[in-house]
């Protein structure tokens, strides 16, 4: 059953309101569709799921395959990509797009073997060439190159996408969608792995790639010590702190903080830059922030450059003096 240029999305809906990946994921196949006569389609497996086929199809799922049954309740990876392969076999997508969450990363190089085609991982653009191919854009050879992949042989194409790349379409309440319920095939081969309990630990902080003002510490910060203030003012700003792989790789924080090409994207409408030198690999994920403001000793730093206010001044001294300025402000 071929389903000519339908683009199918994984729905990975864990942590919905944090975890928006699949809905970024679906803005773009809407663009891509449009230059492909395509139709935009999600995959649902799971139990009671019907307020994310809703959901979906209110981001742009025009088509949503729908497989809800109490054993599917848990993600859990062998059913969930074999699951997803057999669909593929049976409706034969041009193209299938996971986000690359946990789950997905593990999940669809599975889909991938298991349908014999190929996977681009951890894309961070989309594009259709003038043959109508899918351009898989994704940084490679350890982030020194940003390859170019297509997939002219093999169906259908395959890429993860790393969440925080795309922009969501507004959630339309009017918009409809042609809803497909099927069942769970029986001979499915059993799980090896057992889940015996799992717990959700809420996060208390907000996504840095979903946070609307950033605060991003270079090594410039000089230590440990003085790279923690970042998180007073960030208190006081309502921010999330960001960081570059020395910081991270001196352990003055965790690594998902890291922002760059090997770690996140961020979109704020604010980021304060400190001590940050500027390379390409921090640049290349700052490019949708909206207003830069960047502290450096050195006035030629290529941070410095691209920043909307460039401060000189030692990166420690300007960020305790706006703690203290801000907390002037609070206590007037
Ligand atoms: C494959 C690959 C992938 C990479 N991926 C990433 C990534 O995802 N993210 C990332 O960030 N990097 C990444 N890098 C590393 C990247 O190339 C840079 O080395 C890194 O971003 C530099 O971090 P920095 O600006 O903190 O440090 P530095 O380059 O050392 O810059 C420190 C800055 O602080 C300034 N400074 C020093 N002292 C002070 C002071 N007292 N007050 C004010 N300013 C001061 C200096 O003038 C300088 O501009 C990657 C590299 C490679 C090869």
């Known amino acids: 059953m071929n389903q000519g240029h339908d683009i199918w999305v994984f729905g990975d809906y864990r942590n919905y309101f944090q975890n928006r990946v699949t809905l ?57 990509a074999r699951l997803l392969s057999r669909l ?19 999940m669809a190089p599975r889909v991938a073997k298991q349908l014999d085609t190929g996977l681009t ?14 351009v898989q854009i994704a940084p490679s050879f350890g982030g020194n190159l940003i390859a170019k992949i297509i997939t002219p042989h093999h169906r259908p194409q395959m890429a993860t996408v790393r969440p925080g790349i795309f922009h969501e379409i507004p959630h339309d309440y009017e918009a409809r969608g042609e809803v497909i319920s099927l069942p769970l095939p029986d001979d ?62 001196s352990e003055w924080i965790s690594p998902d903080a890291l922002v760059g090409q090997a770690g996140k994207n961020i979109k704020p409408k604010v980021l304060l830059s400190f001590g940050v030198s500027g390379a390409i690999q921090h640049t290349a994920a700052l490019t949708d922030a909206d207003f830069i403001v960047a502290v450096n000793k050195n006035p030629n730093a290529t941070m410095m450059k691209m920043a909307d206010v460039a401060m000189v001044a030692d990166a420690n001294q300007a960020c305790l003096g706006i703690i203290r300025a801000l907390k002037e402000r609070l206590r007037e």
Request: glycine share 8%.
């Open 24 to 80: 970024q994921i679906l803005a773009k196949a809407s663009e891509l569709a449009a230059a492909t006569n395509g139709s935009v389609c999600a995959v649902v497996f799971g139990k009671e799921v019907d307020e994310y086929v809703a959901e979906y199809i209110a981001h742009g799922a025009r088509k949503v395959y729908v497989v809800d049954h109490p054993s599917l309740a848990a993600y859990s990876m062998e059913t969930y």
């Open 88 to 106: 593929a076999e049976q409706y034969q997508p041009e193209t299938l797009l996971v986000g690359a969450t946990r789950f997905g990363q593990e």
């Open 121 to 134: 991982a951890d894309c961070i653009d989309l594009e259709i060439d003038a043959k109508g191919l899918l």
């Open 188 to 249: 499915l081969p059993r799980n090896s792995v057992r889940l015996v309990t799992s717990e959700h630990r809420p996060s208390k902080k907000k996504k840095i790639e979903d946070a609307d003002i950033v605060i991003c510490g270079g090594r410039g910060m000089g230590s440990k010590g003085k790279f923690r203030k970042l998180f007073d003012l960030a208190a006081l700003m309502n921010a999330e702190v960001g960081a570059t792989r020395p910081v991270v790789y």
